[in-house]
């Protein structure tokens, strides 16, 4: 299992992996993401804040990164932290646990960054995935109503649960 950023080759295979995760999300829950900007994935892409996770040189599992939330975070963005968006694993790769990889790599990270949390939101209301955080091991800091100015389409009219885990 590798962790390597993202190169420009790789975008239509972040993005066949996000329609997955909303057909996905279809299946489990009321509300799905509703596409992203190619231009966002680049620009991520150049900043080496979009990961991959590789397995026998097969993508498994993508996730983007931002050092600065302040639309969700607000005074809180000010922190030093690394924030986590986007994590979707392949339905081949399913049950190999990687929010929890994510987390263990996440804190190297962090240390080697000089960064004090790692954060993620979910939708307010998706109690299944507030359990499932906490159970890897974020802090669930309750729920917020984030300004949606700048945010994608999916985060209109909606309230978000908040986590962290402090990096020690």
């Known amino acids: 299992m590798n ?34 900007d190619r231009a966002l994935v680049k620009k991520e892409i150049a900043e080496n804040r979009q990961w991959k996770i590789t397995i026998d040189g097969e993508i498994a599992c993508v996730f983007a990164i931002t050092f600065e939330d302040k639309s969700i975070w607000k005074e809180k963005n000010s922190d030093r932290a690394v924030y986590f968006h986007r994590i979707v694993t392949h339905p081949k790769f399913r049950g190999y646990h990687f929010v929890e990889k994510i987390i263990d790599w996440g804190l190297q990270f962090a240390k080697e960054n000089n960064l004090d949390f790692l954060r993620m939101d979910t939708w307010g209301d998706n109690e299944s995935l507030i359990e499932y955080y906490q159970k890897c091991g974020f802090n669930f800091l309750g729920i917020i109503i984030p300004d949606y100015d700048g945010l994608p389409k999916h985060y209109e009219g909606i309230t978000l649960s908040l986590f962290e885990i402090k990096v020690e």
């Open 3 to 36: 962790f390597k950023p993202s190169t420009i080759e790789d975008i239509d295979s972040i993005f066949e992996f996000y329609d997955m995760a909303i057909a996905y999300q279809k299946t489990k829950f009321n509300k799905q993401w509703q596409g992203f």
